[in-house]
């Protein structure tokens, strides 16, 4: 089982990166057999424009390995920091350029990221948008991580106790329940079913 990691952040050393690196040891740590982590740290994705669809050469020479890389996933962990309360242009692009041949299908969880205590609106804006012509499947359970400073460093004199744990076994917990529908995901897609060429968009 291979699961992506998508770390929707702009920022270089971004809060959303360390938690994507967490989530990677973690996931690495027995859950899952391989990871891909994608972060988007520095804008490497140009905005979204025609020459996606009509193969242009810029678009032909950035995309291909990326879609592979996605294409070989069973599932993915989004990432996302709330930026005026708000999923970052960055992230809302990525799903703009890559849709059901790398992510139909596939289970995916979100982790939102906040400085302080907010955090909930990335994760009602991804589940309400970014969904429906990808066909991606998230889970129930979502983890937000609120004062981010303050938890999953490498360091423990940088976290708070408290809540540092609590973080790490919630997170955890969520991960292995993304692994066990990576899993039953698996045979929905081997069955056929989900394989139309007439109703290619969602509703």
Known sequence: MKIGIISGSHR???QSLKVARFVQQMLE?????????????GNPLPLWDQGVW???P??????PAM??????????????????????AGLKNFFLLFGQNELGHKPAMIIAVSAGDG????????RMSSYKNSRLCYIPEHVIVRHVEKVLNEKDADNDARSDGYYRERIEWSLKILAAYATGLDTVRKSGV?????????M
């Open 12 to 14: 270089e050393n971004a």
């Open 29 to 41: 740590n027995g859950i899952c057999d391989k990871t891909t982590l994608i972060s988007l740290s």
């Open 54 to 56: 009509e193969g242009a």
């Open 58 to 63: 810029e678009w032909q020479n950035l995309l």
């Open 67 to 88: 879609r592979e890389d996605l294409a070989s996933c069973d599932g993915f962990v989004v990432i996302s920091p709330e930026w005026h309360g708000q999923v970052p």
């Open 119 to 126: 955090g909930a609106f990335p994760v009602a804006e991804l």
């Open 194 to 202: 989900t394989q139309t060429e007439k109703f290619k968009n969602g």
